[in-house]
């Protein structure tokens, strides 16, 4: 994978500098026009809000990682690809939920993004899904 994902510790660290140098948590929400309680929720860990995230200039991403090699971590993407192969593989949806131990329209759900994938992901090979950050990408402006 190349791109650079960073840990919730880290996510954190980060943070928590971040309310210290601006004086505290309503200057730091204050700041950067996000609600404290949404700053408050960060902190304590209840909650990753995606406006306390930017305003650090990072985005709460979800990835998946691989039974056979825990560190490598996919994109919900590829998960739902995966899942659409061994749909197609199986020859028909029926026989596709009947493998995975799940009804054809819990099935369907899955596969049209209405329900999550976690009756599905052991599997398709993957584990429960995790939070990392992204570093934003800043557009870059033509000369």
Excluded: C, W
Aim: hydrophobic letters at 45%.
């Amino acid at each position: 994978m190349t791109e650079e994902l960073i840990h919730p510790k880290d996510f954190y660290r980060k943070l928590n500098t971040a309310i210290r140098s601006a004086g505290g948590v309503t200057a730091f929400a204050r700041a950067h026009g996000v609600s404290p309680r949404k700053v408050y929720d960060a902190q304590d860990g209840a909650r990753y809000h995606e406006e306390v995230a930017r305003a650090l200039g990072l985005a709460v991403t979800v990835r998946y990682p691989v039974i056979a090699d825990p560190k490598t971590l996919v994109a919900g993407t590829v998960v739902y690809e995966k899942l659409n192969s061994f749909i197609r593989a199986s020859k028909s949806q029926r026989a596709a939920a009947e493998e995975l131990g799940v009804s054809v329209s819990h099935l369907s759900n899955i596969v049209n993004a209405r329900r999550g994938l976690a009756p599905v992901l052991a599997h398709l090979g993957f584990m429960a899904p995790l939070t990392r950050f992204a570093p934003l990408v800043r557009p870059v402006k033509d000369a």
